[in-house]
């Protein structure tokens, strides 16, 4: 067993204890005191992966109730929050989109429309990666995208468009555009990254808030296109900037897309459910209350859509019970963790002790409070995950807004998006980790290009906290 596996499985039971048996230390009541020593150790073994993630993700399940931190009934609603549900639909939908190769077609299509030159193809792979991750998981899109980024880069060194010192850039660019606009392309929909998941499930559990579908993608998509817009400059014209040569023809995505053939039952099948549950999700919130579909009823309805219509190709549905193996169910239970925690905050009111306790934040500037969260929580990204990131913070951002006399949900909103935001290192995230895989990266390499990127996503994320989302999300 890894050393850091060793210290964290002391470690979380050690700092239980402490926080538990020793009142004097935080002067709190036994059941808020309860809570904050469960979340001590839950967020060790999350941080040090002591057991699997998804197996630690239950513990609050029976540590809770046994510690007098929350009821059972508490402890447990929250894995069946419909913010979990909505998720596990959007995954079936997802899985459905691999298993008939639609996302691949996707892909090519937007590569062979955007024309020829470098940083066109890098345009293309920018885009198609970005539109893949609003609706898949980022890690997947990573790697469905990571070997037609590798595809293009052998495509043009077999017809020698560039020199060795050109190639190399055009290659590490065209890389880490896969890995960062998978990232930012999870910011725009609410299924496209846990941690913008968890900013409405938080809101409704501990704010009686529902945040829609269409509210957030009015929220995120501008901020995505903004950071989406950066990014291309940035690898195309700053930091890989290739020099002009010859023109990269675009028959390679016309040659990837002849080879899959005309469309077939099963894509135009999955492309319609995927396009009217798509739809539904960006106009429910504009249907009057009493004819609105929830978001997660529109997820489930997707997805067992996918069971109900018939497959051509093989016996059953789109999709079968069988291909339900590849569902992240680990990921789920990661979740359903986070907001069992959460919910043991409010219940206790754990959440105004941490407010009472950085309420002397007030006396500094709101924007410079935003950018400060922004950076501690970008740079914690960078050597956890972003999931258990947002959930042990989510409850905690609101007892920091309380404290300090401001907007609960700007604070949340920092926290969700920037979460989401860690381009430095290839531990990172999985689409840094997929792409680090290839022969063309070095640490060096993702480093300067990921700092500056950090920076970028600081700024712009306050910015769009600061000034649009209380004209978007206006609570």
């Known amino acids: 067993m890894p050393l850091r596996k060793k210290i964290g499985l002391i470690l979380g039971p050690a700092l239980f204890a402490l926080l538990f048996f020793l009142p004097s230390l935080t002067g709190l009541e036994s059941e808020p005191r ?14 040090t992966e002591a057991l699997p993630i998804p197996a630690t993700s239950l513990l609050p399940i029976f540590l809770l109730p046994i510690t007098g931190g929350a009821d059972e009934e508490t402890a447990t609603m929250a894995y069946a929050d419909p913010i979990v549900f909505m998720y596990m639909g959007g995954f079936t939908i997802a899985l459905a989109i691999e298993k008939w190769n639609l996302h691949k077609r996707i892909a090519m299509t937007i590569i062979s429309f955007v024309g020829t030159g470098s940083q066109r193809i890098v345009l293309g792979v920018i885009l198609a990666t970005a539109l893949l991750s609003m609706w898949i998981s980022n890690a997947a899109t990573a ?62 559990s501990n704010l009686d808030r529902t945040v829609t579908f269409a509210e957030w993608f009015l929220f995120g998509f501008p901020l995505t296109l903004i950071l989406l817009t950066g990014l291309y400059f940035y690898l195309t014209k700053i930091q890989f900037r290739v020099a002009a040569q010859k023109d990269i023809s675009t028959d390679f995505a016309r040659n990837q897309l002849k080879e899959l053939g005309p469309m077939s039952f099963e894509e135009k099948s999955v492309l319609t459910i995927f396009t009217v549950v798509g739809f539904l999700w960006i106009t429910s919130g504009f249907i009057p209350e009493a004819y609105r579909l929830s978001d997660t009823s529109i997820s489930i309805i997707g997805a067992t859509s996918m069971f109900l219509l018939p497959a051509k190709q093989e016996r059953g ?121 290839s022969d063309y990266l070095t640490i060096d390499d993702m480093v300067k290009a990921g700092f500056w990127m950090n920076i970028v996503a600081i700024f712009v994320i306050v910015a769009f906290v600061y000034f649009w989302q209380p004209v978007v999300l206006n609570y």
């Open 34 to 47: 309860a809570v904050l020593a469960v979340t001590a150790w839950v967020a060790s073994w999350w941080i």
């Open 317 to 437: 549905g789109l999709m079968v019970w069988q291909d339900m193996k590849e569902l992240p169910w680990g990921l789920l239970l990661l979740f359903g963790g986070g907001l069992s925690l959460a919910a043991a905050f409010e219940s206790s009111n754990l959440t105004g002790w941490f407010g009472e306790l950085l309420g002397g934040l007030e006396v500094l500037p709101f924007v410079l409070i935003l950018i400060v969260l922004a950076a501690i929580v970008l740079f914690m990204t960078e050597i956890m995950s972003n999931t258990a990131v947002s959930n042990m913070l989510m409850p905690i951002s609101i007892g920091l807004a309380l404290g300090i006399g401001v907007d609960p949900y700007a604070i949340m909103g920092i926290v969700a998006l920037t979460a989401s935001c860690a381009f430095m290192l290839p531990i990172s995230t999985p689409p840094n980790a997929a792409v680090f895989s």
């Open 143 to 204: 790697l469905m995208m990571l070997p037609i980024a590798l595809a293009l880069i052998k495509e043009v060194k077999d017809k020698d468009f560039f020199d060795e010192v050109s190639l190399n850039r055009f290659a590490k660019g065209l890389l880490l555009s896969v890995a960062y606009s998978a990232s930012i392309g999870g910011l725009a929909t609410l299924i496209g990254s846990v941690p913008n998941a968890a900013f409405a499930a938080v809101a409704s």
